[in-house]
């Protein structure tokens, strides 16, 4: 099995920053691409950005510029920098891992458990 633990969320100040941190533990042969999503009251669930294995990024429109996602493949860990937060980014956000446990295993994916981000105006 393969656990994700997230922190970083809180409250922070329009304007602000927070840093998002989901460190993935466990039976892990190897990591695709690992990324996060939101999910605010009353919308739909959006991918935020992903990052694949080589580093490759994408982004939610409505992030662009001011959030940046990264790993750390030697921690297993995915982080999501938050810059020029609004109060529109408000949601819990979960991180997402695509694993492998073993080599003969299929890939599946796993979802943190959320960490609940709230921007004040």
């Known amino acids: 099995q393969v656990q994700l633990v997230e922190s970083g969320g809180g409250l922070a100040q329009a304007g602000g920053s927070l840093r998002l941190s989901c460190a993935a533990s466990?039976?892990?042969?190897?990591?695709?691409?690992m990324g996060w999503y939101r999910h605010a009251a009353g919308k739909q669930r959006e991918l935020v950005a992903a990052?694949?294995?080589?580093?490759?990024?994408n982004y939610a429109d409505s992030v662009k510029g001011r959030f940046t996602i990264s790993r750390d493949n030697a921690r297993n860990t995915v982080y999501l920098q938050m810059n020029s937060l609004k109060p529109e980014d408000t949601a819990v956000y979960y991180c997402?891992?695509?694993?492998?446990?073993?080599?003969?295993?299929?890939?599946?994916?796993?979802w943190g458990q959320g960490t609940q981000v709230t921007v004040s105006s």
């Open positions: 990052i694949a294995s080589g580093g490759s990024t």
């Open positions: 466990g039976s892990i042969f190897s990591i695709a691409a």
């Open positions: 997402i891992v695509n694993a492998r446990e073993f080599y003969y295993s299929g890939e599946y994916k796993y």
